[in-house]
């Protein structure tokens, strides 16, 4: 007997319910298609709606008019195959790759309507954490942590540190303020990078490969610290590998694959034996490799 | 003259003064020289791309030609663009003319600086390029603009990394600064080779001038490498 499936059909390229925005619509890929309008509903808004991203390099489509929301609390976890688009869709989410179609709304406002200063006000509000963490090399995790709160923000020194400290102290490293990244084990940078985003008090969290270049042993001091958020009611958005971690924390898996999201549902559906999905085809060869 | 009353009444006293007019060519051009390098290296790796092949041109250009050339183009070659001026409108334009009449010190330090900064632009170009892209991405998620994530994060990163490099063509500007005698600069390698040929005592006056040279350069190799300490990254093993 087969699962029910919730395919991931493609979805109406229009902007659901806004009351501040009613009828607000997506601009769809194609060029010359009439926009899709939404009829304008209470619905309240997602706290983040990507719509009809769509990102072109060269010839080479790498995102396919991909849609998502996420709500307040949400943890939704993302999974396929390498080269599938993921790193490119957090990017486009996140403005940092502006996508060449489609527009991210975060509490109902449109990025693409921003402008180029605002877009920094946006920025600052999603958190992104990288797979190679980025952490700024010439300065200290404390200073990691504060450049942005005082540059950014335009805090004081001294409410900057006591901000940082309270973050690393949140992710276990307070004791390690003084180090350089060049000094820090690899799960000790992932830790910084995650501190260094939440000081910034993000509405989103977005997650890319945040344990895939760690040594097996220190993987879960990261976790931790992700479940830890999680439990805290920090909305996320992850990409893993991490099958086993992610089935237990998510309501929602989506299956990415050649610039789609091509599966969605939760893992129960969606890895049950025999569901026949493409995700639990690609979960069980991910287990294989990790062994077990 | 006995030798030691030739060193002590002649050679060195003239050497000294060299050696002043030596560092104050050496200084200004060293200063603008890493200046017109981070502009033209800034401008290469990031500008449009209309201005940076302009300035890959200013780069081919002043590395491609011998400095001896470019030398005496700003100071014998310069002066001729405001003979023609003032052939083609007249006599009213000699105080235009007349800027293109360079002192000697001045075609140095413009020699200088223009050749230094084309090859400190490589430098500054290929620190910034070693600069992998994921900071700055990460300066622009948590807010940053794309100014000040270059300022902040790039640029005090590919600092560190041009150093080194910046520091040895520092360098090789001390020892080439002794060119500037060919536009009759009197500093050291002028006065060097006045007092030798004067006197006849070549050997002495080169090998006295030659450790001058040694000590300016040794002295900023000892104060670049201070810099480098003090700006290295704990912890860090390829940037020290
Ligand atoms: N700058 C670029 N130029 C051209 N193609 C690119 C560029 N960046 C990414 N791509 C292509 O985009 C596609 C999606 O890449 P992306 O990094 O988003 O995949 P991914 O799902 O994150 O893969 P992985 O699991 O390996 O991280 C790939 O086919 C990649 O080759
Ligand atoms: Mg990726």
Redesign the pocket.
């Known amino acids: 007997m087969t699962a029910q499936l919730q395919k991931a059909t493609a979805p109406p390229a229009g902007r659901p319910g806004d009351p501040e925005r009613p009828g607000a619509t997506c601009t769809p890929y194609a060029p010359g298609a009439p926009p899709v309008t939404a009829a304008a509903s209470p619905a309240p808004p997602h706290l983040l709606e990507a719509c009809g991203i769509t990102k072109t390099?060269?010839d080479?489509i790498?995102l396919h008019e991909v849609s998502l929301t996420l709500d307040r609390g949400d943890l939704k976890v993302l999974i396929?195959?390498?080269?599938?688009?993921?790193?490119?869709?957090l990017q486009c989410i996140h403005f940092l790759n502006p996508p060449d179609g489609g527009d991210v709304f975060l509490d109902g406002e449109s990025a693409r309507d921003m402008s180029r200063m605002n877009i920094c006000l946006f920025r600052r509000e999603i958190g992104m954490i990288f797979?190679d963490f980025n952490l700024f090399d010439h300065l200290t995790a404390r200073d990691n942590v504060a450049v942005a709160l005082r540059r950014v923000k335009g805090w004081a020194k001294r409410e900057a540190y006591d901000r940082a400290m309270a973050e690393l102290d949140r992710v276990g490293l307070a004791s390690r303020a003084d180090l350089y990244p060049a000094q820090l084990s690899g799960g000790q940078k992932q830790r910084v990078s995650i501190a260094r985003a939440l000081a910034m008090d993000p509405k989103v969290m977005l997650l890319?490969?945040p344990t895939s270049a760690l040594d097996p042993e220190l993987i879960g001091e990261v976790l931790k610290v992700i479940q830890d958020l999680h439990e805290g009611g920090m909305t996320m958005l992850m990409?893993t590998h991490q099958v086993g971690f992610a089935r237990h924390m998510t309501k929602e898996f989506l299956f990415?694959e050649s610039?789609r999201i091509t599966e969605s549902g939760s893992p129960e559906e969606l890895l049950r034996d025999g569901s026949g999905s493409r995700t639990s085809d690609f979960c069980s060869k991910l287990s294989e490799i990790q062994g077990g | 003259m006995g030798t030691l009353e030739f060193y002590r009444t002649v050679l060195f006293p003239a050497l000294n003064k060299g050696l002043w007019v030596s560092i104050q060519i050496i200084v200004p051009s060293a200063v603008l020289g890493v200046a017109i390098g981070i502009l033209a290296g800034v401008g290469r790796s990031l500008g449009t791309s209309r201005l940076s092949r302009a300035l890959d041109a200013y780069v081919a250009v002043f590395r491609g030609t011998p400095l001896v050339v470019q030398l005496m183009m700003w100071y014998y070659g310069l002066p001729t663009v405001g003979v023609f001026l003032e052939s083609q409108f007249g006599p009213g334009v000699s105080p235009l003319s007349s800027l293109f009449r360079l002192s000697p010190y001045a075609s140095s330090v413009t020699a200088f600086a223009l050749c230094s900064g084309a090859y400190q632009s490589e430098y500054i170009r290929g620190a910034l390029l070693s600069i992998k892209k994921g900071q700055y991405m990460a300066a622009l998620s948590l807010g940053f603009t794309r100014a000040q994530a270059f300022w902040r994060i790039t640029a005090p990163a590919a600092a560190r990394r041009a150093l080194p490099g910046c520091g040895n063509e520092i360098i090789y500007l001390i020892k080439y600064s002794s060119l500037a005698m060919i536009v009759t600069m009197s500093e050291l390698t002028g006065q060097a080779k006045g007092i030798a040929t004067m006197y006849f005592r070549y050997l002495e006056c080169y090998l006295a001038t030659a450790g001058y040279y040694l000590a300016l350069v040794t002295l900023a190799t000892w104060l670049l490498s201070w810099m480098e300490r003090r700006l290295a990254i704990p912890g860090d093993p390829g940037l020290s």
């Open positions: 390099m060269g080479k790498l396929g195959p390498s080269g599938g688009g993921k790193s490119t869709l797979q890319d490969e990409v990415m610039g």
